[in-house]
């Protein structure tokens, strides 16, 4: 299967960038992969001229699976389980939690998680951004004490088995994880980290920071 990625990047998106699901799915599932890097330039990928016959908005990741093309990391996600059968469970209502919590992590929670990573990495050249700060935080506050609490009885979002909307929950958080936004949430940063120690994030970090020839843990 190839997946197009990033090879080159500016430092302030190191470890940010939505091509690491895919990846770290794949491995998960152990599906074998080609990586077809792009440089992303100023105007990110929208000076690619043939890769938007790909994907139209031009933006990674996406996914070829035998001419069969596939873009959205969190439908990407879903393909990759579907298929290998691995990361999501048989029966329907188990894959409407995974469905849910995948949903719940791109739709209830980046869209607040983002705005405050942009507001640090934007600092004060763009004070609406960060007058915008507190209030995407407060946003937040309503749906990580619930998580953290959930998490103390379970391992994972869905129960005790790992499933794909864990690599997408704990991507999301990656969003938020030099800040100071997680740390009243001990069992979410415990969550998180712990599966950031799972052998597939690893290896794909590993060669994420190969493929963009930066120093191995600057992407951590
Ligand atoms: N909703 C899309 C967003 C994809 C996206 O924003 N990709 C970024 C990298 S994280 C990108 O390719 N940016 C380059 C650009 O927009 O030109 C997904 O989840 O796959």
């Known amino acids: 299967m190839k997946v197009y990625v990033f090879k080159s990047l500016p430092p302030s998106l190191w470890g940010y960038t ?38 139209p908005f031009k933006q990674v990741p996406v996914i070829d699976d035998d001419g069969y093309v596939l873009s959205e990391s969190g439908a990407i996600l879903l393909y990759l389980a579907e298929k290998s059968g691995k990361l999501i469970p048989r029966d329907l209502k188990g894959r409407a939690q995974v469905y849910r919590w995948l949903i719940t992590s791109l739709n209830n929670i980046e869209p607040f998680a983002l705005p405050i990573l942009f507001a640090d990495m934007m600092g004060d050249s763009n004070p609406h951004m960060k007058g915008l ?29 790992f ?17 100071e936004i997680l740390q009243n949430y001990p069992n979410i940063e415990k969550y998180r980290k712990h599966c950031e120690e799972r052998p597939a994030f690893v290896k794909v970090l590993n060669a994420y920071e190969d493929r963009l020839g930066i120093v191995r843990g600057s992407a951590r």
């Open 163 to 179: 499933t794909v909307a864990d690599i997408v929950l704990t991507c999301v958080l990656r969003e938020l994880r030099k800040n």
């Open 133 to 161: 700060r507190p209030w995407h935080a407060k946003i937040l506050d309503r749906f990580f004490p619930e998580i953290d609490k959930m998490l103390t009885t379970q391992q994972f979002v869905v129960g005790k088995d």
């Open 18 to 55: 939505r091509d690491i699901r895919a990846l770290w799915a794949m491995e998960e599932c152990g599906i074998s992969y080609e990586a077809i890097g792009f440089d992303c330039g100023p105007n990110g990928l929208q000076d690619e001229t043939k890769y938007g016959k790909i994907n």
